[in-house]
């Protein structure tokens, strides 16, 4: 099985959502106080039930910590106008980051309002690139709170549509196989790079996806093996973790 840094599994996905926050937020203060007292700390999160169910969950306990010291990143976007159901960065405000006090949500460009060249995802995609260059150079988050499809894409990196070696740090996606069909995503060099990645998924649909992921598949097959390390911390609960073979 592929060494990662924890694998932890829970009876039920209350448990594995109180879990996970109680563990993340306690990361999270470690890393602020030992980032020098002008920098944020940069976080990842992604969409689907990280912005759904598990940060919602933590709403009661958002106070636990400075998120003046925070820049949170989405690591895909859908590409649609603002203020849109689909929209990652919506789901993720509303069900939580309004609440953390001084957090800088960086959002990634909408259909109808990126600037320069409003409507184009090509334009959409270099102006937040630019943005991230400003923001980060050379660098990747510090850590990163993810989930995964029942196909094993993670952010908007889908079988088969994954480079390892791109060499832009954001990449505009079109023809999704899961609408809405554009999308803007960091790329997996850069999920790569992260400091740490900390992924939480549920589900019995997960279950065939993790299972071979963790068993060494391609991360070309499986793009949630390509951050799998030494340095990530998977949470499951039991039913996303029957498919795998600790032998």
Wanted: charged residues 20%; contains cysteine; hydrophobic residues 45%.
């Amino acid at each position: 099985m592929v060494s990662v840094h924890t694998l932890e599994v829970f009876p039920t996905i209350d448990e594995l959502n109180a879990a996970v926050g109680r563990a993340f937020f306690a990361r999270l203060r470690q890393l602020i106080d030992e980032a020098d007292t002008d920098v944020r700390v940069n976080v990842a999160i992604s969409g689907g039930a990280i912005t759904t169910s598990l940060l919602p969950s933590l709403a009661p306990h958002v106070d636990e910590v400075d998120w003046s010291r925070i820049r949170v990143w989405l690591v895909d976007e859908r590409y649609v106008a603002a203020g849109d159901a689909d929209r990652n960065d919506e789901q993720a405000w509303e069900g939580f980051f309004h609440a953390a006090t001084g957090v800088d949500l960086v959002r990634m460009p909408t259909a109808d309002t990126c600037a320069p060249g409003a409507g184009s995802l090509d334009n959409a995609t270099a102006a937040f690139t630019q943005t991230w260059r400003s923001l980060m150079g050379d660098h990747s988050f510090d850590i990163a709170l993810i989930g995964m499809g029942p196909d094993g894409h993670i952010c908007s990196l889908f079988p088969g549509r994954v480079d390892m070696d791109e060499a832009s740090p954001i990449l505009a996606i079109r023809n999704s196989p899961k609408p809405p069909p554009e999308r803007i995503t960091v790329s997996m060099p850069v999920m790569r790079a992260c400091g740490e990645v900390w992924l939480t998924t549920a589900g019995a649909a997960k279950a065939d996806a993790l299972g071979r992921a963790l068993s060494g598949a391609s991360p070309l097959d499986l793009p949630v093996a390509g951050i799998l390390s030494p340095t990530t911390h998977v949470y499951l609960d039991e039913a996303a973790a029957s498919g795998i073979k600790l032998a």
